[in-house]
């Protein structure tokens, strides 16, 4: 009894008894370090990308082994043989596309924040008032919303793992596991996905990238033909082989850089997105049903949109604080107020001390008895606040367990007349424990005992079934 009350009221261990109104220090975490998408970031936060950045990396590679090639063994030829603004059109080139990359593959793209458990459970329980279903019923599988957009009806989609209705031009990343707005495509060669925070960086990035492409390899074609002029074709390549390996990279580069470049240059003419393009969502003539309602209409203005608008700010809050959660007291119990004890260890606690209790009465009531002793009544043995024995029995209210220390002093002052004086031993016929009725079952009709008046001691009840049990033989073998 003491270890349980013991490990109920300590306050110098460290597991769940802890009082939780003595706060601890802990440090505070910034929403990055949970965030539940499939994202990395750096310096506390600042920097986020995709989990799967190696094609970012060869990315950064063949740029800056290609220009450093080029700066290292091409341009000092060139800016002596034909202007030194070859070198430095290339240098800010160079450093437009650096910056650009960097931009799209360490800003957010637009992510959506995920709907709290609150928002969740609201949102479905609208969900199921708009189909008409009860909240444990079948709920439909189709889940969209309609709006009106410039005269066209937009669907808005039901996201499952974000739990929320995507925005209009909003889709799911697979590979991020993220809500993006506006998005684009994932785009693994800079790392990150591609919506409307950083679309204008990655449309500069690669149109940049094109003209860097195409100056570099238009020069080192030129400063090849100059050194064969000179040399000889053979004795020109031998003289300058980063030349070869830079013509090389730059051929089978820039048909897919300009390409890309193009078709982006398109989408952006026409307001839509590689997303919309590739399902066929809208179409550019104006007259058609599935006309693009987010385009103006104007191939000037739609650019200005893309490339001059404002950026929106990010949404997620990366780098904010988490804001902890208030520390609730636990219930008291057995008017001993219990910090942070939980239902099992109050249960337990309450156990012991109806077992303790049990233990106490039947030692009682394994005292010899005499048969002859008389049946005491109810004026005899009627106990202060106690209700006597001719008084119905009322019904007996659950509450927490009387403390043990408490039940000595009343089974003493119950059976204090029951033992039996030195000067009546003679000629009086014992009970020994084993002739005690068992506590579980009734005396049979006809026996000594059944003649004797029952004596209900009314005590405070507890829920173990071997304290009642044993209080109920007591009370049998205290009418002998």
Request: proline residues 8%.
């Amino acid at each position: 009894m003491k270890d349980c009350e013991y490990s109920q009221i300590s306050t110098h261990s460290s597991s769940p008894m802890e009082s939780p109104h003595k706060k601890k220090k802990i440090a505070a975490r910034r929403k990055w370090e949970v965030f539940p998408g499939r994202n990395k970031f750096f310096c506390n936060g600042r920097i986020m990308m995709a989990r799967q950045t190696g094609v970012f990396y060869l990315t950064l590679v063949l740029i800056l082994v290609t220009s450093g090639l080029f700066f290292a063994f091409d341009c000092p030829y060139l800016a002596v043989k034909i202007t030194p603004a070859i070198p430095a059109v290339a240098g800010i080139l160079f450093f437009f596309v650096m910056g650009t990359l960097l931009r799209t593959s360490f800003s957010d793209p637009g992510v959506l924040p995920r709907a709290t458990p609150d928002e969740a459970a609201d949102l479905e329980r609208q969900i199921d008032i708009a189909n008409g279903t009860s909240s444990g019923g079948y709920r439909p599988p189709p889940r969209t919303k309609e709006v009106i957009i410039n005269g066209q009806t937009v669907k808005l989609k039901y996201c499952f793992t974000c739990k929320i209705f995507r925005p209009p031009r909003a889709s799911h990343c697979s590979l991020c596991d993220n809500c993006v707005e506006r998005f684009d495509h994932h785009c693994p060669w800079v790392g990150n996905c591609v919506g409307k925070r950083n679309y204008r960086f990655f449309y500069m990035f690669i149109l940049s990238l094109s003209f860097l492409t195409v100056f570099i390899f238009a020069f080192v074609l030129t400063h090849v033909i100059l050194r064969s002029q000179q040399t000889g074709f053979l004795n020109a390549l031998k003289d300058s082989p980063a030349s070869v390996l830079e013509a090389v990279v730059c051929f089978f580069s820039v048909w897919s850089i300009v390409g890309l470049s193009g078709f982006h240059t398109y989408l952006i003419s026409s307001n839509q997105t590689t997303n919309e393009d590739i399902k066929g969502s809208w179409s550019n003539k104006r007259g058609k049903e599935n006309y693009n309602p987010y385009s103006y209409g104007n191939i000037f203005t739609n650019c200005c949109v893309a490339l001059c608008g404002p950026i929106s700010p990010s949404l997620i809050d990366r780098r904010g604080y988490i804001q902890p959660d208030t520390p609730q007291p636990a219930a008291p119990s057995n008017s001993i107020t219990m910090y942070g004890a939980t239902q099992s260890q109050s249960d337990m606690c309450d156990q012991d001390q109806c077992i303790q209790s049990t233990k106490f009465v039947l030692q009682a009531a394994a005292t010899p008895l005499l048969q002859s002793e008389p049946s005491l009544t109810s004026d005899e043995l009627h106990l202060p606040g106690k209700p006597g024995l001719g008084t119905p029995c009322a019904s007996l209210t659950l509450g927490p367990p009387t403390p043990p220390a408490s039940m000595p002093n009343l089974a003493e002052a119950a059976l204090a007349d029951m033992m039996p004086r030195k000067d009546e031993h003679m000629g009086h016929q014992f009970l020994t424990p084993d002739e005690a009725p068992s506590p579980p079952r009734l005396l049979a009709a006809g026996s000594p005992l059944a003649h004797s008046r029952t004596m209900h001691v009314l005590g405070l009840a507890s829920q173990d079934s071997l304290h009642e049990d044993s209080v109920r033989g007591l009370v049998k073998l205290s009418s002998v």
